[in-house]
């Protein structure tokens, strides 16, 4: 798992993840929102995104016919 973050003077912060660190703060945030209300919209978003790529690697993985 790699990740890397770097901040900026306005107060931004860009994270570069690869695939197995995404997943796990697209996990948190999905468990975050179960307590708070403010992170709904976020999770919204990281579950349609982890969806999408679950769909995709069945997809790869599905023998050609």
């Known amino acids: ?6 901040t900026h003077n306005d107060g931004t912060v860009a ?4 695939r197995e660190a ?3 703060v697209f996990a948190s945030v999905i468990f ?6 403010d992170f709904e919209l976020l999770a919204k978003v990281a ?6 790529e679950h769909s995709t690697a069945n ?3 599905s023998p050609c016919q």
């Not at 798992?1 to 770097?6: G, I, Q």
Request: proline letters at 0%.
């Open 1 to 6: 798992m790699r990740a890397s973050f770097k």
């Open 15 to 18: 994270l570069h993840l690869d």
């Open 22 to 24: 995404a997943r796990a």
């Open 32 to 37: 975050a929102a179960r307590f708070h209300q």
């Open 47 to 52: 579950k349609k995104e982890l969806e999408r």
């Open 59 to 61: 997809e790869r993985n």
